[in-house]
């Protein structure tokens, strides 16, 4: 069983900046993308940015420019540099992993992290 552990999060100012960062651990073969979603209050969970074990990374259009994935392949942990953030940033954000397990190689299994708040206030 893969457990993913989140840290930071919290309340800023509009304009202000915060940091996530999401730390898996257990027994597998590999972790392929890591990345992070979020949802707001009556809204669908949507992609905020992943990034895959080779470095491919892929950002919402409404975040490009304003956060940074990056991941510690090591430490099987992933972060979220959060710049400029704005009143509309408001959500849970949700760490989501895809791993590979030792022996069955073809298959993916999806994790998500227990979510931490950002709040933005204007």
């Known amino acids: 069983q893969v457990q993913l552990v989140e840290s930071g999060g919290g309340l800023v100012q509009a304009g202000g900046s915060l940091s996530l960062s999401c730390a898996a651990s257990?027994?597998?073969?590999?972790?392929?993308?890591l990345g992070w979603y979020r949802q707001a209050p009556g809204q669908q969970r949507e992609l905020v940015a992943t990034?895959?074990?080779?470095?491919?990374?892929n950002y919402a259009d409404s975040v490009k420019g304003r956060f940074t994935i990056s991941r510690d392949n090591a430490k099987n942990t992933v972060y979220l540099q959060m710049n400029s953030l704005k009143p509309e940033d408001t959500a849970v954000y949700y760490c989501?992993?895809?791993?590979?397990?030792?022996?069955?190689?073809?298959?993916?299994?999806?994790?998500w992290g227990q979510g931490t708040q950002v709040t933005v206030s204007s």
């Open positions: 989501h992993a895809d791993i590979i397990y030792f022996g069955d190689y073809r298959t993916e299994y999806n994790y």
């Open positions: 257990g027994s597998f073969f590999r972790i392929n993308a």
């Open positions: 990034r895959e074990l080779h470095g491919i990374t």
